[in-house]
């Protein structure tokens, strides 16, 4: 009985990897500017969910919220910047004026504006992924957004 219980996690654990490591690494990405630094976080996150995996609840969400906190824990514990100019990259997002705008922001509005418009995250959802008030996310956002609007409007 236990084989097939392990073979069933290694089945799910796979399909789920198949279907969401890309989307994590470029999560990552977005949120540090590194595509190894991506790669680094979302085979992280996958390697904590196998560890987990028996009292996880909801592992999609599992995997976000962990890409999410290392990519703060990377950017706390290095103190580093991202990179003037992101690495160009095939496959990923299209690095223009809008990216290098992007990547002006703190880490904290930063990672809004990614939940948000690329994840599609709801302000609830990003506030409950974060730890923090709706209010201040929804602050955070529109700051961000400003922010953002006042770069394009030079």
Sequence with gaps: MRAEAGQELDESLETLYV???EGLVRLGYLLTGSRGD???LAQTAFASLAQ???DV???????RQAVVNRAADLHRRSGRQLPARP?????????DETWDA???????QRTVVV???????????IA???GRPESTVRSDLRRALLRLRKEFDR
């Design 19 to 21: 279907e969401r490591y």
């Design 38 to 40: 991506g790669e680094d």
């Design 52 to 54: 987990s995996w028996n």
């Design 57 to 63: 609840r909801s592992p999609r969400a599992y995997l």
């Design 87 to 95: 690495e160009v990259l095939v496959g990923e997002p299209i690095v």
């Design 102 to 108: 992007v990547q002006q922001l703190s880490e904290t």
């Design 115 to 125: 939940l948000r418009l690329y994840e599609d995250l709801s302000l609830v959802d």
């Design 128 to 130: 409950e992924l974060l």
